[in-house]
């Protein structure tokens, strides 16, 4: 018991007495945080998400037709020369259907 009283005693002690020094790394400077983004692709993607059955009546006969449905989605890509990152926006511009709802 008196061992482990005495080296915690000499832990602590020596716990105190270390001198820690911390120097700004380089990416700490407030100079390299911002990002310069500049666009460096940009374009718009039809992608078919769904198919759903529309239900019309013709010489009045109940008949169903298939409407398909496409998400136009546009990826904007970014990169920053300063620090060589990449970062990429989607958004959907619109939701279209094949046919007429009406």
């Known amino acids: 018991m008196l061992r482990f009283l005495v080296?915690?005693?000499i832990l602590l002690f020596s716990i105190n007495h270390i001198e820690t020094s911390a120097e700004p790394l380089e990416l700490d400077t407030p100079k390299n945080t911002i990002h310069e983004w500049k666009?460096?692709?940009n374009h718009v993607e039809k992608i078919?998400?769904?198919t759903h059955y529309i239900e019309y009546r013709r010489n009045?006969?109940?008949e169903t037709r298939p409407c398909k449905i496409y998400h136009h989605i546009r990826t904007i890509v970014?990169?920053?020369e300063i620090h060589g990152h990449t970062k990429v926006e989607t958004v959907l511009?619109?939701?279209e259907h094949s046919e007429d709802h009406s």
């Open 60 to 62: 009045f006969i109940k």
């Open 93 to 95: 511009e619109k939701i």
């Open 7 to 9: 080296l915690t005693l």
């Open 48 to 50: 078919h998400v769904d």
């Open 78 to 80: 970014y990169y920053c």
């Open 39 to 41: 666009e460096i692709e």
